[in-house]
C-alpha cells in the first residue's frame, strides 16, 4: 500500500502516523503537511516520507498522487475558536484544499479516498438523542461549516465521478500531541503553569470524548473495510459536561479547584455531541478499547513528561491567539 496522508504533523494526523508504522509496518506512508501553527515537526514519529506543502497547492498535489493508492485527508483548520476569530482560511484549506485533493485523487487514479470529517457538521443537540449517519447537516461554526462543505465535495465526487469516496464523522479526541489551545491540553497546561483555567458559560456543554488512538484504530477500519460513497459515525459513547472533566483534571493534577474560572461563553457555541456508531461497529468490526479514566491519566502524565513540547508551541503566535482570545472575555 503507497498511502498518501495529509496533516500528519498535527495531533490527529501524527498519532495515525505513528500508528500506522506500528500496524501496517510495509506500508509506504507519505505525509503532506503545511506546518501552519498546529503542524509541528516534533510530533512527527521520523522525517521519512515527509512533504512539507499545501494540500491547496495543486501542482504540489499533482506530483504526490502520483503512484499512490489511498489518501486519508486529515490536513485541515480545526480550531472552533480561530474559526469565529477569523473564518478565511477556513475555506480556503477545508474547502478549497479538499478539492484540490479531490481532483489530484481523481486524476491519479487514486483507489479510495477518506475524509476525515467530524460530529459537528450535525450542529448541536438537545438533552436526548445522538446523531447517526441520517442526522440533517446542521453546523453552527465557520469550522463546522467548513467541514461540512468538504463532506458535501467528497461525496459528490463519488455521486458525479464514481470515485471511492469514504467520510468518517468522529466525536472530540484526546491523547498525546494535541496542540494546546483545544479544552483538554489547554487545561492540563494552564494548571501546571498555576494559571487560570477559562470554562466557556456555565461549562455545562457537553462533548462526547474518544482517545485519539481508538479514532485512528476507526480510521484504518474504514481505509481497509468500508464501502464506498457511505459515510460512518465514530464515536465511543463517552458524554460529559466540560467542567466535570476540567475538575477531574485538577484532580488527577492535585491542583486546586480554584483555579477554574468561568469566563465569557463561546459565540453559537454548541449545547451537546453526542455519536451514534453503531454502523462502523456493525459494518467494520470496530469498537473502542480505551477506557476514558484510564486514557485521561495517560494523557495528563504525556503532557507532565512532554512539557518542552507544549512550551515550545506556547510562545510567539500562540500569545497574540491567546490574548486575542481570552483578553476580552
Ligand atoms: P490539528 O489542527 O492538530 O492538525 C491539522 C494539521 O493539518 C496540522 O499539522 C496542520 O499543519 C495541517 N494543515 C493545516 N492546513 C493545511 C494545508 N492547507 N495543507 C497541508 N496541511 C495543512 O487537527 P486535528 O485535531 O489533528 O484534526 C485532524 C482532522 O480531524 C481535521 O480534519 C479535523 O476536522 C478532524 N477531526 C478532529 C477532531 C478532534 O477532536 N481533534 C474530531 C473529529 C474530526
Ligand atoms: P474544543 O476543545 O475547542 O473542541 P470543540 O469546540 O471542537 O468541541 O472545546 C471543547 C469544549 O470545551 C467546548 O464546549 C468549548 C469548551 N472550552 C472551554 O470551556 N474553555 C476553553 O478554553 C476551550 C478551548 C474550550
Not at 489511498?70 to 475558536?81: F, I, K, P, T, Y
Not at 480556503?92 to 479516498?113: I, Y
Request: charged share 25%.
Amino acid at each position: 500500500m503507497n498511502l498518501l496522508v495529509t496533516g500528519g504533523a498535527g495531533f490527529i494526523g501524527s498519532n495515525f502516523v505513528r500508528f500506522l508504522r506500528r500496524e501496517r509496518p510495509d506500508w509506504k506512508v507519505v505525509n503532506l503537511d503545511k506546518l501552519t501553527y498546529a503542524g509541528n515537526a516534533e510530533s512527527l514519529p521520523d522525517a521519512r516520507d515527509f512533504v512539507h506543502g499545501d494540500i491547496a497547492d495543486a501542482k504540489l498535489v499533482e506530483r504526490v498522487m502520483r503512484g499512490v493508492d489511498a489518501v486519508v485527508n486529515l490536513a485541515a483548520e480545526s480550531h472552533v475558536d480561530r474559526s469565529i476569530l477569523g473564518p478565511g482560511v477556513f475555506v480556503e484549506t477545508n474547502v478549497g484544499g479538499t478539492q484540490v485533493l479531490l481532483d489530484g485523487a481523481r486524476q491519479a487514479g487514486v483507489k479510495r479516498f477518506v475524509q476525515v470529517s467530524t460530529d459537528e457538521v450535525y450542529g448541536s443537540l438537545g438533552p436526548t438523542g445522538k446523531f447517526n449517519e441520517n442526522s440533517p447537516l446542521r453546523p453552527s461554526s465557520p469550522y463546522s461549516a467548513s467541514k461540512a462543505a468538504a463532506d458535501l465535495l467528497a461525496l459528490s465526487y463519488a455521486h458525479t465521478f464514481g470515485m471511492d469516496v469514504v467520510v468518517t464523522r468522529c466525536s472530540n479526541n484526546y491523547g498525546p500531541y494535541q496542540f494546546p489551545e483545544k479544552l483538554i491540553p489547554l487545561m492540563i497546561a494552564n494548571a501546571l503553569e498555576g494559571r487560570r483555567l477559562p470554562v466557556y458559560g456555565d461549562g455545562l456543554q457537553i462533548r462526547d470524548w474518544i482517545h485519539v488512538e481508538d479514532h485512528c484504530r476507526a480510521l484504518l477500519a474504514a481505509l481497509e473495510k468500508s464501502r464506498a460513497g457511505e459515510v460512518y459515525n465514530v464515536g465511543s459513547d463517552n458524554e460529559w459536561p466540560n467542567l466535570r472533566i476540567v475538575s477531574r483534571l485538577l484532580e488527577i493534577l492535585g491542583k486546586p479547584a480554584e483555579l477554574i474560572e468561568h469566563v465569557k461563553d463561546r459565540p453559537g457555541h454548541d449545547r451537546r455531541y453526542a455519536i451514534d456508531a453503531s454502523k462502523a461497529r456493525a459494518e467494520l468490526g470496530w469498537a473502542p478499547r480505551i477506557d476514558f479514566s484510564d486514557g485521561l491519566v495517560a494523557t495528563v502524565d504525556w503532557y507532565v513528561k512532554n512539557r518542552g513540547w507544549w512550551e515550545r508551541v506556547r510562545t510567539g503566535e500562540y500569545r497574540t491567539y491567546y490574548e486575542r482570545n481570552y483578553g476580552a472575555r
